[in-house]
Each structure stands twice: as structure tokens, then as C-alpha cells.
């Protein structure tokens, strides 16, 4: 048996398709969700990102909606217009840095993320769930 074969056992293959499968689902029930909510699945990330900003100020910029979506600037600048434009985020200059935008939510943005997060909150347990038992049953590196 090569090494390849020995490290991808069909174990590993049934988890790592449980895996996706978990991630597939929830991506299908936030995209419905979404545009229940009258978002676009892209709209719903952007305005989740900027809510759930890491720093905790419920702000982001372009750059950092590049790196936390991977996404070229270029798409995420037009992804910022058009939700711009539909009512959902607004532009503000920083308080600290004049060169800096800051990208915050509106008040129907946030109307729109609270009530899809609301609905996705079930789901949300659900893949957790799934992907906790995953991680349990996941041999470790060490083992081959």
C-alpha cells in the first residue's frame, strides 16, 4: 500500500464528505434564508461581516472585507456599492485616521441581518453539532 493510499483511508473519506455535505446543507438554508429576506447570499456575508467585525465594533473596511471574504478588492468595493445603494451599509470617515472608510450597517441592514440571523440560528446549532461529532471522529495526523 502506498502512502497515499494508507493516509486516506475510506474512514477519512466518509468524514471528510459528512463534512462537506454539513457545510453544503447549511450554505443552502442560509442562501433560501437569505433571499427570503430579500438579500442576495453575498449581501447576507457582507453585512454579517461587517456586524461581526473581530475587533467587536460592529464596522469594517474594504481591505479587511477582502481578507475575511477572500475576495479581490474590486469585487468587494462593487459588493459594497450595490448594498450601499440598496439602503443596507453606509460610508464614515474614521475618527482616527482621516485616510480610513469605515463600512457600518443601516438601520434596515440591521433589521434584515437580525431577522435572517434569527433564522439561521437552528442551523447554526445543527452544523455545529455535526461538525463537533466530525472533529471527535477524525483520526488524528499522528496515527499513520
Request: charged share 30%; with cysteine; aromatic share 4%.
Amino acid at each position: 500500500m502506498t502512502r497515499i493510499e494508507h493516509e486516506a483511508s475510506l474512514v477519512e473519506y466518509q468524514h471528510a464528505a459528512e463534512f462537506r455535505a454539513a457545510l453544503r446543507r447549511f450554505l443552502r438554508v442560509s442562501e433560501d434564508a437569505s433571499r427570503k429576506h430579500g438579500l442576495t447570499p453575498r449581501r447576507h456575508l457582507l453585512l454579517l461581516m461587517i456586524k461581526g467585525a473581530p475587533d467587536g465594533t460592529s464596522t469594517s473596511t474594504v481591505s479587511d472585507l477582502c481578507e475575511r471574504l477572500q475576495l479581490a478588492q474590486s469585487t468587494v468595493t462593487e459588493l459594497v456599492q450595490r448594498a450601499e445603494g440598496a439602503g443596507l451599509v453606509r460610508r464614515e470617515q474614521s475618527g482616527v485616521d482621516g485616510r480610513v472608510v469605515n463600512l457600518l450597517l443601516t438601520a434596515e441592514g440591521e433589521r434584515r441581518l437580525a431577522a435572517l440571523n434569527l433564522d439561521l440560528r437552528r442551523e447554526r446549532e445543527l452544523l455545529a453539532r455535526v461538525l463537533g461529532e466530525l472533529e471527535l471522529s477524525f483520526p488524528d495526523s499522528t496515527d499513520y
